[in-house]
């Protein structure tokens, strides 16, 4: 993957992070509260995909995603272990709000979470600023 690919495929995986946080408001907006859940997995998903892009990472799956993310990100120092916590606990709600019909989301829950996943995104934003991806 030469550099000038990988500022592309940063720039689109930024791209499809801001479409879910898009989304993720205005179904929140709308009362589809899951389904704005859902969105803000995905927000923050596509923002680590796009930070892996950096050393040439692509994963697989989510789980790999995170295992990545933990090994090249969080191991090493350059973000902190409750970063990593917030994109875990936010896939597994994402996975209660998709496949659990009874797991029930408030509207606390889904500010909470909006703003650990833009704190994240954020942080992720200025990585790739301070590394000349963005």
């Given at each position: 993957m030469?550099?000038?690919?990988?500022?592309?495929?940063?720039?689109?995986?930024?791209?499809?992070?801001?479409?879910?946080?898009?989304?993720a408001?205005?179904?929140?907006d709308n009362g589809f509260l899951?389904?704005?859940v859902s969105r803000l997995y995905?927000?923050?998903?596509?923002?680590?995909?796009?930070l892996l892009l950096t050393k040439g990472l692509e994963s697989k799956s989510h789980e790999?995603?995170?295992?990545?993310f933990g090994l090249h990100f969080v191991k090493s120092g350059i973000f902190e272990p409750a970063d990593s916590h917030i994109f875990s606990r936010l896939m597994k709600?994402?996975?209660?709000?998709?496949?659990?019909?009874?797991y029930i989301f408030t509207h606390e829950d889904f500010i909470q979470f909006k703003r650990e996943s833009e704190g994240l995104a954020d942080e992720i934003k200025a990585y790739l600023k301070e590394k000349g991806y963005v």
């Open positions: 030469t550099e000038e690919n990988k500022k592309e495929n940063i720039k689109s995986e930024l791209e499809r992070a801001s479409k879910a946080m898009d989304a408001t205005l179904l929140f899951n389904d704005a995905y927000f923050l998903l596509h923002s680590i995909r796009a790999g995603a995170l295992r990545l709600y994402r996975e209660e709000a998709d496949y659990n019909p009874l």
